[in-house]
């Protein structure tokens, strides 16, 4: 039996018959024909090489054309097309390569002046003929796979050009468009699978078609038919584009290399640390390393590290679309991260890590893999920092070029293909190195500068000089004309004049988010938004958002990343950005910044169990966690807003549930600096309500129990005052105050509270079965701790068939541990247990795989359960685990102490750990003791029941 399979790319169709068999036999394999419908392979590709020729050939230099004209013709290519396929082995492979190189050079040479559907064309074409030829034999190689990925990555770049487009052009290449994103797809040839598959559904009119084509680009069946080829690599994710034109630093990375290549063997993991002043270089050295090391190590990662949040996320994407590890969760960042470090430590893959930007050694130490082989490289500012992480003789300082390496490193910028520059344009440029004093940034940046005004170097000198003298003599009259830091202010000057108004407010905006990987949607506003009119580029309208980007992108001051979809500003353009902003400007871009992330981030709910906007909030929360620390950075000299208030507080309903960097308090704290700094007599003071109720429950997570009480009943009055009385909000509040006072053990009062809550419940004709569970859970939990256990059950089986409606994993796990809990505490440990199975059976369910406190409690009460049941063993396995949960997700010092009791109950049962046991039994008290100030309540006696009194009801 056999179907076809209609694909259009641009200027050639494929129709690709797939013959199958009833018994295939995998020596045979597939049996792929390619024929031309309309016209054949080669007149497809002169076509294209035509049209590219004719596209450029105003531009052309005379070394250009020759290379057109070299490459290799259609005739050629389809000689050795037709060579690979007749052969059994893949001998023929480099042939094939060789054929295919010169159109990449090609199109690397010509960059920005290739008509992008012509580029589009060829490029396909180019794939088609290599993944075709490989999916009909069944091998490949990595020579293949390499070239494959290039294909594709060059593509992206040719997608990333779509992306900064104006929408009228979009709406015309729309086919184009949807063969960039593919890319996505065969940039691993299985990365964004999912992505591409969903994003066909009905947007294009081959979309079937092109789904059955992208199912037989599946990596798995591509590199586990590859020759030797391992399951997860070679896994190169590095999602900044290879600079082409970097140049010099062999001393640099003779040393790097001389340090690393042993240990990507055998030997420990090694470290190189390579510090300096921003913007010297550490960045493009260490970028440029990892892409040469691309043929020979099977792994190399790139990871930001200016941040915890920032290094989980990274590796979070790494264990999702790169390694795609197993049982990883897209919005589990930590989880994933640990993952990524753990399968580095226990694979035989040779692997590179390169950590960029770091700030912290400790922070480094966390995720840095404990095995016998492997390498980490990393670019820090601080020499303090490259100290503590590595030995002093595993730490560069990079530093500026000299002036021979600086004068043609300069040169390179402009004219990287010709550095036989005349005499006067050499002293001019060395002049400028000499200035700049060899700072790679700075260099850079003024090779832009100078190539956006058309200038020659030795006509630039005098203008950057005279500039140089005006401006620090205005800004401060110490200046140094020899003082490279003040050579480089002049710089920043000459290119910040040079932006257009709407330039002037992007780059203000991403002066202050992160400065890796902002997404470019950010910057997207539908047409008919409310907006100001600075916004309008946004939309779009008259000058437009490719507009602004490729003018800053041409100036240097940005750069796209590899995927096209994120935007990076290096640390020191944002601070000299800032810097040279007046006070007026930098509040105009502060407050832009807050207005397009409000749109953006998801507005806070009523539930943050219902996870549905969770994967919006995490695309944008590191660039709202930025506005915030900048906004800390700058308070005195920034006002706040009540767009700045919402925004914070939206960002506490996410991170209250997402919090594996521990960002929670600090957000928290700067919402209350925010909101009493609000110049505003109006200002909503439901706000601070909201703030109230945030803190309140975090002080409950930490076993604050106290302030919990005093903040939410602040919080009630405020509630009370502004609101009607049936308002969710004013439910929840009582819903807290009940949950508080359970804590502290004034049941009677958490029932009380409970109750008015669902009055107001009763008044709300529509129904809210996910409130209904979670007043009943909570009532429950009341009763039994008084031994109400009757009542109790009636409320859990209240909740549990609500859970049925609601159909949530979590709220039935919830149920469940109740009905443990319940049957435990009347010692029907047969019911208990079967509770315990039903529990454990919806967390297999849930697929969730990631360390949560329910799953911490979850393992406790099974340890309890196990512990009545003399089964000690058992019982601490299941303690162990709910005190790694306990250190992992950063539960209170009460949650602690009760484990390492229950740790200390059940080893005691063991004669060979009786050591152990008095530990968790020191552990234990000692930890107590830190709580028993503030709690007197809390009884002194050594049993569960006394140690049940420092945690939350929730968990007893």
């Given at each position: 039996?056999?179907?076809?399979?209609?694909?259009?790319?641009?200027s050639?169709?494929?129709?690709?018959?797939?013959?199958?068999?009833?018994?295939?036999n995998?020596?045979?394999g597939?049996?792929?024909?390619?024929?031309?419908?309309?016209m054949?392979?080669?007149?497809?590709?002169?076509?294209?090489?035509?049209?590219?020729?004719?596209?450029?050939?105003?531009?052309?230099?005379?070394?250009?054309?020759?290379?057109?004209a070299?490459?290799?013709?259609?005739?050629?290519?389809?000689?050795?097309?037709?060579?690979v396929?007749?052969?059994?082995?893949v001998?023929?492979?480099?042939?094939?390569?060789?054929?295919?190189k010169?159109?990449l050079?090609l199109i690397?040479?010509?960059?920005?002046?290739?008509?992008?559907?012509?580029?589009?064309?060829?490029?396909?074409g180019?794939?088609?003929?290599a993944?075709?030829?490989?999916?009909?034999?069944?091998?490949?190689?990595?020579?293949?796979?390499?070239?494959?990925?290039?294909?594709?990555?060059?593509?992206?770049?040719?997608?990333?050009?779509?992306?900064?487009?104006?929408?009228?052009i979009?709406?015309?290449?729309?086919?184009?468009?949807l063969?960039?994103?593919?890319?996505?797809?065969?940039?691993?040839?299985?990365a964004?699978y999912?992505?591409?598959k969903?994003?066909?559904?009905?947007?294009?009119?081959?979309g079937?078609?092109?789904?059955?084509?992208?199912?037989?680009?599946?990596?798995?069946?591509?590199?586990?038919?590859?020759?030797?080829?391992p399951?997860?690599?070679?896994?190169?994710?590095?999602?900044?584009?290879?600079?082409?034109?970097?140049?010099?630093?062999?001393?640099?990375?003779?040393?790097i290399?001389?340090q690393?290549?042993?240990?990507?063997?055998?030997g420990g993991?090694?470290?190189?640390?390579l510090?300096?002043?921003?913007?010297?270089?550490?960045?493009?050295?260490?970028?440029?390393?990892?892409?040469?090391?691309?043929?020979?190590?099977?792994?190399v990662?790139?990871?930001?590290?200016?941040?915890?949040?920032?290094?989980?996320?990274?590796?979070s994407?790494?264990a999702?679309a790169?390694?795609?590890?197993d049982?990883?969760e897209?919005?589990?960042?930590?989880?994933?991260?640990?993952?990524?470090?753990?399968?580095?430590?226990n694979?035989?893959?040779?692997?590179?890590?390169v950590?960029?930007?770091?700030?912290?050694?400790?922070?480094?130490?966390?995720?840095?893999?404990?095995?016998?082989?492997?390498?980490?490289?990393?670019t820090?500012?601080?020499?303090?920092?490259?100290h503590?992480?590595?030995h002093?003789q595993k730490?560069?300082?990079?530093?500026?070029?000299?002036?021979?390496?600086?004068?043609?490193?300069?040169?390179?910028?402009l004219?990287?293909?010709d550095?036989?520059?005349?005499?006067?344009?050499y002293?001019?440029?060395?002049?400028?190195s000499?200035?700049?004093?060899?700072?790679?940034?700075?260099?850079?940046?003024i090779?832009?500068?100078?190539?956006?005004?058309a200038e020659?170097?030795?006509?630039?000198?005098?203008?950057?000089?005279?500039?140089?003298?005006?401006?620090?003599?205005?800004?401060?009259?110490?200046?140094?004309?020899?003082?490279?830091?003040?050579?480089?202010?002049?710089?920043?000057?000459?290119?910040?004049e040079?932006?257009q108004?709407?330039?002037?407010?992007?780059?203000?905006?991403?002066?202050?988010?992160t400065?890796?990987?902002?997404p470019?949607?950010?910057?997207?506003l539908?047409?008919?938004?409310?907006?100001?009119?600075?916004?309008?580029?946004?939309?779009?309208?008259?000058?437009?958002?490719?507009?602004?980007?490729?003018?800053?992108l041409?100036?240097?001051?940005?750069?796209?990343?590899?995927?096209?979809?994120?935007?990076s500003v290096?640390?020191?353009?944002?601070?000299?950005?800032?810097?040279?902003?007046?006070q007026?400007?930098?509040?105009?871009?502060?407050?832009?910044?807050?207005?397009?992330?409000?749109?953006?981030?998801?507005?806070?709910?009523?539930?943050?169990?219902?996870?549905k906007?969770?994967?919006?909030?995490?695309?944008?929360?590191?660039?709202?966690?930025a506005l915030?620390?900048?906004y800390?950075?700058?308070?005195?000299?920034?006002?706040?807003?009540?767009?700045?208030?919402?925004?914070?507080?939206?960002?506490?309903w996410?991170?209250?549930?997402?919090?594996?960097?521990?960002?929670?308090?600090?957000?928290?704290e700067t919402?209350?600096?925010?909101?009493?700094?609000?110049?505003?007599?109006?200002?909503?003071?439901?706000?601070?309500?909201?703030?109230?109720?945030?803190?309140?429950?975090?002080n409950?997570n930490?076993?604050?129990?106290?302030?919990?009480?005093?903040?939410?009943?602040?919080?009630l009055?405020?509630?009370?005052?502004?609101l009607?009385?049936?308002d969710?909000?004013i439910?929840?509040?009582?819903?807290?105050?009940?949950?508080?006072?359970?804590s502290?053990?004034?049941?009677?009062?958490?029932?009380?509270?409970f109750?008015?809550?669902?009055?107001?419940?009763?008044?709300?004709?529509s129904?809210?079965p996910?409130?209904?569970?979670?007043?009943?859970?909570?009532?429950?939990?009341n009763?039994?701790c008084?031994?109400n256990?009757?009542?109790?059950?009636?409320?859990?089986?209240?909740?549990?068939?609500d859970?049925?409606?609601v159909?949530?994993?979590?709220?039935?796990?919830?149920?469940?541990?109740?009905?443990?809990?319940?049957?435990?505490?009347?010692?029907?440990l047969?019911?208990?247990?079967?509770?315990i199975?039903?529990a454990?059976?919806?967390?297999?369910k849930?697929?969730?795989?990631?360390?949560?406190?329910?799953?911490?409690?979850?393992?406790?009460q099974?340890?309890?359960?196990?512990?009545?049941?003399?089964?000690?063993q058992?019982?601490?396995?299941?303690?162990?685990?709910a005190?790694?949960?306990?250190?992992?997700?950063?539960?209170s010092?009460?949650?602690k102490?009760?484990?390492h009791?229950?740790?200390?109950?059940?080893?005691?049962?063991d004669?060979t750990?009786?050591e152990?046991?008095?530990?968790?039994q020191?552990?234990?008290?000692r930890?107590?003791e830190?709580?028993?100030?503030?709690?007197?309540?809390?009884?002194?006696?050594?049993?569960?029941?006394?140690?049940?009194?420092?945690?939350?009801?929730?968990?007893r």
């Amino acid at each position: 039996m056999s179907h076809a399979i209609e694909i259009s790319f641009n200027s050639f169709d494929f129709l690709i018959v797939e013959q199958k068999t009833e018994d295939l036999n995998p020596s045979v394999g597939l049996k792929i024909q390619i024929e031309m419908q309309g016209m054949d392979l080669g007149k497809g590709i002169i076509a294209v090489r035509k049209n590219i020729f004719d596209d450029c050939e105003q531009q052309l230099d005379s070394q250009t054309r020759e290379l057109v004209a070299s490459i290799p013709t259609e005739n050629d290519l389809w000689i050795e097309l037709e060579k690979v396929r007749q052969e059994e082995t893949v001998a023929n492979f480099s042939r094939l390569q060789s054929m295919i190189k010169p159109y990449l050079s090609l199109i690397n040479r010509l960059g920005h002046a290739l008509n992008n559907m012509n580029e589009v064309a060829l490029l396909w074409g180019l794939l088609c003929v290599a993944v075709l030829v490989c999916l009909e034999k069944q091998v490949t190689n990595e020579g293949m796979i390499r070239m494959m990925r290039e294909l594709s990555r060059m593509l992206g770049r040719v997608n990333r050009l779509y992306a900064l487009s104006d929408q009228e052009i979009l709406n015309e290449v729309k086919e184009d468009m949807l063969q960039g994103m593919y890319d996505e797809a065969l940039n691993t040839l299985q990365a964004h699978y999912e992505t591409v598959k969903t994003f066909s559904n009905g947007f294009f009119p081959h979309g079937k078609e092109l789904r059955k084509f992208v199912d037989l680009l599946n990596t798995e069946y591509l590199e586990q038919k590859a020759l030797d080829a391992p399951n997860r690599w070679p896994c190169h994710d590095i999602p900044i584009d290879r600079n082409e034109h970097f140049f010099g630093r062999e001393d640099v990375l003779s040393v790097i290399d001389r340090q690393l290549e042993p240990s990507l063997q055998k030997g420990g993991v090694k470290r190189v640390v390579l510090y300096g002043i921003k913007g010297i270089g550490k960045t493009q050295i260490s970028l440029h390393y990892a892409y040469s090391k691309r043929d020979t190590v099977d792994v190399v990662l790139w990871i930001p590290a200016g941040d915890a949040l920032s290094i989980q996320h990274r590796l979070s994407n790494i264990a999702v679309a790169s390694l795609r590890l197993d049982g990883v969760e897209s919005q589990s960042h930590k989880d994933n991260a640990v993952r990524v470090i753990d399968w580095l430590e226990n694979t035989d893959a040779r692997w590179l890590l390169v950590y960029d930007d770091a700030s912290s050694a400790n922070l480094l130490k966390q995720y840095c893999p404990k095995t016998n082989h492997g390498a980490i490289l990393v670019t820090a500012n601080s020499r303090h920092l490259a100290h503590q992480f590595a030995h002093k003789q595993k730490c560069l300082e990079i530093k500026g070029f000299d002036d021979t390496e600086g004068t043609r490193f300069l040169l390179n910028c402009l004219s990287p293909d010709d550095l036989e520059e005349s005499a006067t344009e050499y002293e001019a440029a060395k002049d400028l190195s000499r200035e700049l004093g060899g700072h790679a940034l700075g260099m850079h940046q003024i090779a832009a500068l100078i190539d956006s005004r058309a200038e020659s170097i030795e006509r630039f000198v005098p203008i950057y000089k005279s500039k140089m003298e005006l401006f620090h003599r205005d800004l401060d009259e110490d200046w140094d004309p020899h003082n490279f830091k003040d050579c480089l202010g002049t710089l920043w000057q000459l290119s910040f004049e040079n932006l257009q108004p709407y330039d002037r407010i992007c780059l203000g905006v991403l002066a202050y988010l992160t400065p890796n990987f902002t997404p470019i949607e950010i910057f997207r506003l539908p047409k008919d938004t409310i907006s100001p009119e600075k916004l309008d580029f946004c939309k779009d309208q008259g000058y437009s958002l490719g507009n602004v980007q490729r003018h800053l992108l041409d100036l240097a001051l940005i750069t796209v990343d590899t995927r096209g979809d994120t935007i990076s500003v290096h640390r020191l353009v944002q601070a000299e950005y800032r810097f040279h902003s007046s006070q007026n400007d930098r509040q105009e871009n502060f407050d832009t910044a807050v207005h397009l992330l409000l749109r953006k981030f998801p507005s806070r709910g009523g539930s943050r169990i219902l996870e549905k906007d969770w994967p919006i909030a995490e695309r944008y929360i590191l660039q709202v966690l930025a506005l915030i620390k900048n906004y800390r950075q700058e308070e005195r000299s920034l006002r706040s807003s009540g767009e700045l208030c919402n925004l914070i507080c939206d960002a506490t309903w996410y991170l209250f549930l997402n919090d594996t960097a521990e960002n929670l308090e600090l957000v928290l704290e700067t919402g209350f600096e925010a909101y009493y700094a609000w110049d505003d007599l109006e200002k909503d003071v439901l706000i601070r309500a909201y703030l109230l109720c945030n803190s309140a429950l975090h002080n409950v997570n930490l076993g604050e129990f106290h302030n919990a009480l005093r903040k939410t009943e602040e919080c009630l009055s405020i509630q009370k005052s502004k609101l009607l009385p049936n308002d969710e909000q004013i439910l929840n509040s009582y819903n807290n105050l009940g949950i508080i006072h359970g804590s502290l053990a004034n049941y009677t009062t958490g029932l009380a509270c409970f109750e008015k809550a669902r009055e107001i419940l009763r008044s709300d004709p529509s129904e809210n079965p996910a409130k209904s569970i979670l007043l009943s859970l909570n009532t429950a939990r009341n009763l039994y701790c008084m031994c109400n256990y009757e009542k109790a059950k009636e409320c859990l089986d209240s909740a549990l068939a609500d859970s049925y409606i609601v159909e949530s994993w979590y709220w039935r796990l919830s149920v469940y541990i109740g009905f443990n809990s319940l049957y435990f505490r009347m010692n029907d440990l047969a019911t208990a247990h079967k509770y315990i199975e039903l529990a454990e059976d919806a967390i297999e369910k849930s697929r969730v795989t990631r360390l949560t406190p329910l799953k911490g409690c979850y393992a406790f009460q099974l340890g309890r359960l196990y512990l009545a049941q003399n089964k000690f063993q058992e019982s601490i396995k299941q303690f162990e685990y709910a005190l790694t949960v306990c250190k992992y997700c950063k539960l209170s010092v009460g949650a602690k102490a009760r484990v390492h009791f229950a740790l200390f109950k059940a080893t005691e049962q063991d004669p060979t750990r009786q050591e152990e046991a008095l530990k968790h039994q020191a552990d234990a008290f000692r930890l107590r003791e830190r709580i028993l100030a503030n709690r007197r309540e809390i009884r002194r006696d050594d049993d569960f029941e006394a140690f049940d009194l420092l945690v939350k009801i929730m968990e007893r």
